[in-house]
């Protein structure tokens, strides 16, 4: 079983749709989670990151984690055409900040 | 302009044949990673150096070298060893939890 699984997609949405991204993962003892976005051809980049349970938000993206479930996940409110990208989730290897396993990625496709 | 160089952005070489991919960054950061890009497989860790004249192998080093002469660049080989070294291939530094990404080099070996 890999340590974190990632929902493969490719997903294509109308614009202004709310898209939720979804990842699993296996160790309990993970404590970070991580969203990296990635245009076509180009690095990643951090989208959002949280720390704990619960939900974080910033603008029209929330991140939420599920700590009893080992689920993660990211919401996009009112999609845009820009926000077509790979979506990239990560967490750092335990006792390491720095060591990242990444999950596949779901590509994105918002429809104009 | 602060960030992380990758060098080519494209990269043809024959099969048998080691290449070199360049890595340098100005952020003065002491971590740095190499990862590699599989259509379909997110990002595998080949490499990474805590600090200068040290490394460690990541997930998938075979096949694939380093160097950390100096603290701004991580050279990553690909030798003749490399079964599979057609991809794309991302190197990046890490401050506090965020890791910060160059952007690639995609190798084409034929």
């Known amino acids: 079983q890999k340590e974190v699984e990632q929902d493969p997609g490719p997903l294509s949405v109308p614009e202004g749709a709310i898209v939720s991204l979804n990842c699993t993962y296996s160790?309990?003892?993970?404590?970070?989670f991580m969203w990296y976005r990635q245009y076509s051809r180009k690095g990643p980049e951090l989208l959002m990151y949280?720390?704990?349970?619960g939900n974080k938000e910033d603008g029209r993206f929330t991140a939420q984690v599920d700590k009893s479930s080992k689920y993660i996940s990211l919401f996009i409110r009112d999609s845009q055409p820009s926000d077509s990208a790979t979506y990239l989730c990560a967490i750092p290897a335990v006792g390491s900040a720095r060591q990242l396993t990444f999950g596949s990625g779901t590509q994105l496709t918002v429809l104009p | 302009d602060g960030g992380i160089t990758q060098s080519p952005k494209y990269l043809f070489r024959k099969e048998g044949q080691n290449v070199t991919l360049s890595c340098e960054q100005n952020l003065n950061h002491d971590a740095m990673y190499w990862y590699r890009q599989d259509p379909g497989q997110g990002l595998r860790l080949i490499y990474y150096s805590q600090i200068v004249n040290d490394f460690q192998k990541g997930d998938i080093a075979e096949g694939y070298s380093v160097s950390r002469e100096k603290k701004e660049s991580f050279p990553l080989t690909v030798t003749s060893a490399q079964k599979n070294p057609t991809a794309f291939y991302l190197c990046a530094t890490t401050e506090g939890v965020e890791q910060y990404f160059g952007p690639g080099t995609r190798l084409t070996v034929t």
């Open positions: 949280t720390y704990s349970s």
């Open positions: 160790n309990s003892a993970f404590q970070y």
